[in-house]
């Protein structure tokens, strides 16, 4: 039931990110930025967005001691979508000639089920970091 209501509230604050996203690339990309650097704005300011409701709103990680080490986590996962992102936008767009629109909505929903995934398991949760994983793994006998 838990993961069905941040599934829930992580929907929600992705519709207000994914405006804000579209909001700034349709300006963006209107005014002839092009779509690669329309899209990296509009990245940008949508996890803004989504930091902080994530982290206060959906996870309830209200712990101002831990923001430093979320913010950590949720960078490391905001550059690997943003490659992503710009990857499939890249192959589909530019290799494939999906039109632009269609294009950004497939790699906005592959960014979409990646990044809850990891924000419920690693970004907002209590475990170790990949450091200390890594550190334990290799002292096993």
């Known amino acids: 039931m838990k993961t069905a209501l941040q599934f829930s509230k992580y929907g929600g604050i992705a519709v207000g990110s994914a405006m ?6 349709s300006i963006l ?3 002839g930025a092009g779509a690669m650097p329309s899209q990296m704005v509009a990245r940008l300011s949508g996890g803004a967005f989504s930091f902080v409701l994530n982290k206060y709103w959906c996870f309830e ?3 101002r001691r831990t923001v430093v080490r979320e913010g950590r986590r949720f960078l490391m996962l905001y550059a690997f979508s943003y ?7 890249y192959s589909l ?5 999906v039109p632009v629109y269609p294009a950004k909505i497939l790699a906005d929903v592959t960014c979409f089920v990646i990044n809850f995934i990891v924000m ?7 475990t170790r970091g990949l ?3 890594v550190g334990a793994f290799l002292k096993s006998p």
């Open 83 to 89: 490659g992503l992102s710009l990857g499939v936008l």
């Open 29 to 31: 990309y209107f005014v």
């Open 131 to 133: 450091r200390d994983r």
């Open 93 to 97: 767009n530019d290799r494939l000639n």
């Open 61 to 63: 990680a209200a712990s």
């Open 120 to 126: 419920k398991r690693y970004v907002f949760s209590a």
């Open 20 to 25: 804000i996203d579209y909001a700034v690339f």
